[in-house]
């Protein structure tokens, strides 16, 4: 399994930016990968993937505001989040997820490898 370092979280106002970082040991090429968020009391919730292919998928409330990339070089995974929300407010984590994956997923269950997760707050 990858080993997975988060960074890049922190606290910002309502409509600021934040790039989030996973940092991966292993190559990420063709993994399969996203990021996932958990607020206090609540589930954790798919927010964006990538698959082997490179196609990617967005929940509803991400779309138009966060971008999901990878950097070959550097094995590191992004979320770029601009036009941050108070409801944005969460721990974030990123995943991967073994094998050839031709369909991204937001679901949580098909991903073996976790990080610790990055704060994120978002005040308005």
């Known amino acids: 399994q990858a080993q997975l370092v988060e960074s890049g979280g922190g606290s910002v106002q309502a409509g600021g930016s934040l790039r989030l970082s996973c940092a991966a040991s292993?190559?990420?090429?063709?993994?399969?990968m996203g990021w996932f968020r958990q607020a206090p009391g609540m589930e954790r919730e798919g927010v964006a993937a990538v698959d082997s292919e490179g196609s990617t998928i967005y929940t509803d409330s991400a779309k138009g505001r966060f971008t999901i990339s990878k950097d070959f070089a550097k094995r590191t995974l992004y979320l770029q989040m601009n036009n941050l929300k108070p409801e944005d407010t969460a721990m974030y984590y990123c995943?991967?997820?073994?094998?050839?994956?031709?369909?991204?997923?937001?679901?949580?269950?098909?991903?073996?490898?976790w990080g610790q997760g990055t704060q994120v707050t978002v005040s308005s």
């Open positions: 292993g190559t990420i090429r063709f993994t399969s």
């Open positions: 995943a991967a997820r073994p094998g050839w994956v031709t369909n991204p997923t937001l679901t949580a269950s098909p991903y073996n490898s």
